[in-house]
């Protein structure tokens, strides 16, 4: 995760992990949280992340294999995005995550 561009966009956001991970101020949050974490953080947040390998899509796409992202109650077309593994996939999904968390703190729903 770029921890400084997450700081940036979505502070409200950012700040609340912090709060979670129980990360003292003066500690850097790269160095004290594991990426995989987040799946619980957004768990305790209501933002429910499904990453999974896609067959169908890998049989008709030139990637393979083929890693998709769903964030559960949330709208994504009927072709999601595609990626070439699962990190790729997480890292996208957990800064969708971080933008809808911070919408939800900011009391807006985009």
Not at 1 to 30: C, G, T
Not at 46 to 57: E, G, L
Not at 70 to 95: D, H, S
Request: proline share 5%; net charge positive; charged share 25%.
């Amino acid at each position: 995760m770029d921890w400084k561009e997450i700081k940036e966009k979505y502070p409200k956001a950012f700040n609340k992990l912090k709060m979670w991970s129980q990360v003292p101020k003066s500690y850097p949050l790269p160095d004290l949280i594991c990426d995989r974490n987040l799946y619980d953080f957004f768990d305790d947040n209501d933002i429910i992340i499904n990453v999974s390998h896609n067959t169908f899509q890998a049989m008709f796409s030139n990637l393979y294999p083929v890693f998709n992202y769903y964030i559960i109650g949330t709208f994504r077309n009927m072709f999601p995005e595609k990626f070439i593994n699962r990190r790729l996939a997480e890292k996208a999904a957990f800064e969708k995550a971080f933008e809808i968390l911070n919408n939800k703190l900011n009391g807006t729903n985009n």
